[in-house]
């Protein structure tokens, strides 16, 4: 890299920092080592590393997920394993892409689009909460990027910058049951990524999941406290699924996962690492 492409480079990260703006994306094709080859709309954003679309990513979730079952990808962002999910799926299943930051949504809405004919993604502006509420999405950092929900747009917690229109906050389980009961009896596969809210999350699907015992795979986020952790170890082995630690979520998936068959071995405080579990 040359020094003019550095500060270049520098200085776009620094504007993106203090300065609101909507960036676009690019649609990369990638060929997969089967010959598949799918399209993904990668953000512009200079704060965030482009994403890969992997042949791992796209088998691991065909293990859990038939071809016409239903996918719910909760804390979607861009789509990165919202498209996997739907490729998976193939185009007589679906996938619902939930996330309530207004920014990356316009972006998964793009990868919504793409893939036409082979994937069938429905991208959904919403936050999975406890009950019906508005929020409001706030920011450390102007591009928007990462942030977290609050119900005062005064309210400092996550940053100074915030969306000025609010953003509803919904039971996922009502939602589905209203909206979607012809493709629940399909449901195979949620993936929770809600940076430390997940088993929260989890916990107004509890319904959902004792009727239709899908695949569940969550963040154990670093941040989150020993007690979560338990509550969340408890929890799945209530359904009694098994549960694996994949490690990280990213392009290339662990082909051989840890089993967790104690709390002693849920992914320790202070590290974030990603959990799969399952109905044997």
């Known amino acids: 890299m040359s020094i003019l492409s550095y500060l270049q480079g520098s200085f776009a990260r620094k504007r993106a920092r203090r300065i609101y703006q909507q960036y676009g994306t690019r649609v990369d094709l990638f060929r997969l080592k089967n010959g598949e080859t799918v399209e993904f709309a ?11 679309i992997t042949q791992s990513e796209i088998d691991f979730f065909r293990k859990y997920m038939a071809p016409g079952s239903l996918g719910i990808d909760i804390g979607a962002n861009i789509g990165d394993k919202t498209v996997p999910m739907a490729i998976a799926a193939g185009a007589d299943g679906l996938v ?91 449901l195979s596969f949620i993936k929770l990524d809600a940076e ?17 015992r899908p ?39 662990n082909a051989d996962p840890t089993p967790i068959e104690s709390l002693e071995q849920m ?3 202070g590290h974030t690492e990603n959990i799969v579990a399952f109905q044997p």
């Open 42 to 52: 990668n953000w512009l954003n200079p704060l965030i590393q482009p994403k890969e």
């Open 215 to 253: 695949t569940i795979a969550m963040e154990v986020y670093h941040r989150i406290s020993a007690q979560t952790r338990s509550d969340m170890f408890s929890l799945l082995k209530e359904f009694n699924y098994t549960i694996l630690n994949i490690g990280t979520f990213e392009g290339e998936i």
């Open 267 to 269: 992914p320790p405080l």
């Open 96 to 186: 619902l892409g939930v996330d309530p930051n207004p920014t990356v949504f316009k972006v998964l809405e793009a990868n919504a689009r793409l893939n036409a004919g082979r994937a069938n993604i429905v991208p959904l502006q919403l936050a999975a909460t406890e009950t019906r509420k508005q929020f409001y999405f706030a920011s450390s950092e102007a591009s928007m990027s990462n942030g977290g929900l609050i119900e005062n747009p005064n309210d400092p917690l996550h940053g100074k910058f915030k969306h000025k229109d609010p953003i509803q906050g919904v039971n996922l389980a009502e939602y589905l049951e209203e909206f979607y009961p012809q493709w629940l009896p399909k």
């Open 196 to 212: 430390g809210w997940d088993y929260f999350i989890l916990k107004t699907l509890i319904p959902i999941v004792k009727k239709y």
